[in-house]
């Protein structure tokens, strides 16, 4: 038998794709499944994006691109933040990558080296810690706490560093699990103390373009210098396109340009192509917003009478993170038999947060408004 490499070891599986399995099989089997699980959009790309595509495409050739994007794109990626935002970002800091999961090993490459210290959120997105675990990068969790609005704050970067002698921090909003956003305030003092610091500040925005009444901001307002991770998956509804960006300081392009040249050449160029398109769409998409935002509040009107009503502020995105302890030590176990006694399926805590996760849950609202309702539905017949 050949070993697998202790750096793949140290990968911990990513929950939510189990709970994709279970469904999976679970609807093989002749039953329904509604799925709350997966933080995909329900909708399908928008049409400019599939007729840029389907234009290209036509014409017979797929080639390789520039190892940082097409030109048209990052134009396009720039003029974006100063519309939206009243950013300048020169086209030349634009870099395309395959989805953002390219961005963050891009991003942790071209700025840690093996063996120090990065920040990350907890809960939050497990592949940080799993990636910057394979790249031998000891992921340090911030602890979220109820009376910062489970929100990562200028203070605790502080406190965590002082206590961790951190070499950067990772930041996202609107977040995952919990779709919970930084105000610009302390968004801004966030950016403040890392530089007073002498930290690399991440921030992880591809749930920008989704939220609910909440302001939402880019750390490029306040810090120039910040490495920012998008991606056109969330809002732009692309997820199986791979195609995401990177914001990065000018000293970091060129060697995020060699790593990329030599990981994967070029992102997918119809992708690419679809993409550019995909600012022509402002319309549909905002369409397919206010859809999450009546699943939101299905979900928000509900929840309190079903003993889900302890969540995180749902700011943004398109997720819900309750705390089930009232319910269950177990969430995980929860979550498995409220797929085999009632079809739904959702994302038990564990995958965001390996100390709290326990008595949590995540359910998406990207699916469609049916969904919504068939699951407070059935969770009142379950639970009484």
Known sequence: ????????????????????????????????????????????????????????????????????????????????????????????????????????????????DAGVRVGVPQPGYPAYRNILAALGITPVPMVLRQEDRFAPTADLLQATHEAH????????????????????????????????????????????????????ATALQFEPEAVIINSFSKYHCMTGWRIGWMVLPESLVRPVERLAQNFYISAPYLSQVGAAAAFDATEELEAVREGYARNRAILLDAFPGLGLGKVHPADGAFYIYSDVSALTDDAAGFCKRMLAETGIAATPGLDFDPAEGGHHIRFSFAGSEQDCRETVTRLKAWMG
């Open 165 to 216: 002698a951190l070499k950067g921090a990772l930041v996202m909003s609107p977040a995952n699990p919990s779709g919970t956003v930084i105000v610009p305030g302390a968004l801004d003092a966030l950016c403040r103390r890392a530089r007073s610091l002498g930290l690399p500040l991440i921030s992880d925005e591809i749930y920008q373009g989704l939220t609910y009444g909440a302001p939402a």
């Open 1 to 112: 038998m050949i070993p697998p490499s202790r750096r793949s070891e140290a990968v911990a599986p990513f929950m939510v794709m189990d709970v994709m399995s279970a469904a999976a099989a679970r609807e093989r089997s002749g039953l329904d499944v509604v799925h709350m699980e997966v933080g995909q959009p329900s909708a399908g790309a928008p049409r400019p994006v599939i007729e840029a595509a389907q234009k290209a495409l036509a014409l017979g050739r797929v080639p390789y691109t520039e190892a940082l994007g097409l030109p048209a794109l990052r134009e396009r990626i720039a003029l974006d933040y100063r519309t939206r935002y009243g950013v300048t970002v020169p086209p030349e800091r634009v870099i395309v990558t395959t989805g953002s999961s390219a961005g963050f090993l891009l991003a942790f490459m071209a700025l840690f």
